[in-house]
Nanobody
Framework: QVQLVESGGGLVQAGGSLRLSCAAS????????MGWFRQAPGKEREFVSA????????YYADSVRGRFTISRDNAKNTVYLQMNSLKPEDSAGYYC????????????????WGQGTQVTVSS
């Protein structure tokens, strides 16, 4: 089992920044691909970003590329999502997840999920 706890969400004005954190405990954190997904009310969950187990390869949805940066610190069992130039359409619940499957953008391939943290961007 891997337990994931997100933090760092909040209310921010458009153009602002937030950094989300996801602390993991349980099984060896470094064995997993870590991903961030988001879901807004009435919308389907969508892939945001992922990072491979070593941290050298990152993936982004087109909608956030260039604005968001994912990173991980395996020594701290934590993955981060730095979100800059936030837009109102970024408002959603953000969830981190852990997977051992290379299909990083497919949420059904993730084994463990956190409870989510809310991000609200005002215009």
């Amino acid at each position: 089992q891997v337990q994931l706890v997100e933090s760092g969400g909040g209310l921010v004005q458009a153009g602002g920044s937030l950094r989300l954190s996801c602390a993991a405990s349980g099984r060896t954190f470094s064995n997993y691909i870590m991903g961030w997904f988001r879901q807004a009310p009435g919308k389907e969950r969508e892939f945001v970003s992922a990072i491979n187990w070593r941290g050298g390869i990152t993936y982004y949805a087109d909608s956030v590329r260039g604005r968001f940066t994912i990173s991980r610190d395996n020594a701290k069992n934590t993955v981060y999502l730095q979100m800059n130039s936030l837009k109102p359409e970024d408002s959603a619940g953000y969830y981190c997840a852990a997977s051992r499957n290379p299909r990083y953008s497919d949420g059904t391939m993730y084994d463990y999920w956190g409870q989510g943290t809310q991000v609200t961007v005002s215009s």
